[in-house]
Antibody, heavy 122, light 107 residues
Framework: EVQLVESGGGLVQPGGSLRLSCSASGFTFSSYAMHWVRQAPGKGLEYVSAISSNGGSTYYADSVKGRFTISRDNSKNTLYLQMSSLRAEDTAVYYC???????????????WGRGTLVTVSS | EIVMTQSPATLSVSPGERATLSCRASQSVSSNLAWYQQKPGQAPRLLIYGASTRATGIPARFSGSGSGTEFTLTISSLQSEDFAVYYCQQYNNWPQTFGPGTKVDIK
């Protein structure tokens, strides 16, 4: 089955750290760029970060630059998001998403995980 | 950053009717635009990319058009399962920004 399964969310205090993981199956993970997109409770979608198929290129939204690090392990079919210096405004469901077309960043996202909730609160 | 706007914020439509959703970009994004559908408690689903290419498995009643800064998603005959929030997204420039969404509800 083609799917993405996120894990690692939870409650963390402001200033804390958390690492999200996304396990991919059913497709050739190493051929696709991957992204993280988040959605605050009751709000719209916000772009977070991207990584190329081989991990050589990354991109971050300004709101997370310097605090979040995206990475991937193609041997384990897993995408990661290391989050540090967390703030209340980082509270959201974090979705792992797959690029539609292989080896590019420019084709929308055709596969989404169910998301993992990150709550930043004291 | 390219700002995406969507109108209307809410669209009330009767089943079987046609729905037309608009999306505007603050600068040209060529045809690098996608549409997503999101139902409560679910992840978004890709409907359209490249402004007009239907994603795999998407019914033909969904169609996209436009280029540059003005885009439209048309649902030709609304089915009960189509009542949801619809987001547009540009992926021409970083960050790949989303619009605020249009909620399509039952009239």
């Amino acid at each position: 089955e083609v799917q993405l399964v996120e894990s690692g969310g939870g409650l963390v205090q402001p200033g804390g750290s958390l690492r999200l993981s996304c396990s991919a199956s059913g497709f050739t993970f190493s051929s696709y760029a991957m992204h993280w997109v988040r959605q605050a409770p009751g709000k719209g979608l916000e772009y977070v970060s991207a990584i190329s198929s081989n991990g050589g290129s990354t991109y971050y939204a300004d709101s997370v630059k310097g605090r979040f690090t995206i990475s991937r392990d193609n041997s384990k079919n897993t995408l990661y998001l290391q989050m540090s210096s967390l703030r209340a405004e980082d509270t959201a469901v974090y979705y792992c998403v797959k690029q539609t077309l292989s080896y590019d960043f420019w084709s929308g996202y055709d596969l989404w995980g169910r998301g993992t909730l990150v709550t930043v609160s004291s | 950053e390219i700002v995406m706007t969507q109108s209307p914020a809410t669209l009330s439509v009767s089943p079987g009717e046609r729905a037309t959703l608009s999306c505007r970009a603050s600068q040209s994004v060529s045809s690098n635009l996608a549409w997503y559908q999101q139902k409560p408690g679910q992840a978004p689903r890709l409907l359209i990319y490249g402004a007009s290419t239907r994603a795999t498995g998407i019914p033909a009643r969904f169609s996209g058009s436009g280029s540059g800064t003005e885009f439209t998603l048309t649902i030709s005959s609304l089915q009960s399962e189509d009542f949801a929030v619809y987001y547009c997204q540009q992926y021409n420039n970083w960050p790949q920004t989303f619009g605020p969404g249009t909620k399509v509800d039952i009239k």
